[in-house]
């Protein structure tokens, strides 16, 4: 039975709300290191259960060195004021979790797809599905060392972004950039929001 | 001038006390729910997993995706318990609910001044 008592971090009963921002990309794209470097906590994981084993609680109640699992995403947090709570879960890449991160998509204020420019096209599903989810997203290069480095013009055209779509670039691993594509993705939603679109008047002349 | 966005704040937000409990309650349980224990409530006969979450809640407030991880049980699983919990009483559900978080201005408004800060 693995230890729980240590690393909890509870939140304060103050918090009102949870916000949820997913983080697709390819595997190895950097996820969790982006994650890791805006969490207030240590990363957790979760797990999955193989499909073809049942699933039923009591079952798993009474397996407690049950090996039927893998690891499915990990995601990191951070509160803000005393009322939010912002999650960031990382969206595991491989095709098997499909059904897992469509779920996953609902419920999500927006979606941050990384991208490695040494395979730019391993993203382009990760968008799709965003998309077709009606999920709001920023796109957002990992500057890997020694990858290819393009210009704004350039990427774009590579992702086929339309002129409102946001692309950030940043080095995951350090938190001062690894922030930035999540402020580019409120600031997305900020401009989209209903109050700001221009609303037709209710005219009656 | 803040005026009209003011007026925003008399809207009813994802927060409110009944969100959550107020819909069927297995399908409005996400990884990011937030699970709030009410001590209050006997927990006598509560299944050995049930019982486990509400130990591990008795601190504090945690998310779904948070007692997976710390009970080590998939989230579908996880779900379930939160979901049977809920209907029993001994927790308070709230999920999030982002149609209404995109047009929350000030929330918005806020988690952006949090990102700059950090």
Known sequence: MPSMSSEVHHLPASVTQ???????????????????????IRPLSTEETMTQYGQAVDDLADLPDKTTTTVAMDFG???????????????PGQPRFRTFVDDLMLGALGGIVLADTRRIDASFDHIDRLENAGVPYVITVNSFDGAPEY??????????????TPLVICDARRRETAKLPLISLVRHLLAHTDASAPRPEPSRT | MTPVRR??????????????????????LDESTLLYPDANVDRGGLPVMANRVMDLLAPGVLSLAEISAHVRLPVP?????????????????RTPAPPEQRNDCELLERILHALHEL
């Open chain 1, 18 to 40: 949870s916000v949820k921002i997913i983080v697709l990309g390819p595997f190895g794209v950097g996820k969790t290191t982006l994650i890791n470097s805006v969490s207030e």
């Open chain 1, 77 to 91: 947090r951070l509160t803000i004021g005393d009322d939010i709570a912002l999650y960031l879960f990382g969206a």
């Open chain 1, 151 to 164: 210009s704004e013009e350039e990427l774009r055209q590579a992702f086929q972004l339309d002129d409102d």
């Open chain 2, 7 to 28: 007026s925003r704040i008399g809207l009813v937000r994802s927060h409110t006390p009944t969100d959550g409990q107020a819909r069927p309650v297995r399908s409005s």
């Open chain 2, 77 to 93: 699983i996880v779900k379930v318990i939160a979901a049977d919990l809920v209907a029993g009483g001994h927790v308070l559900a």
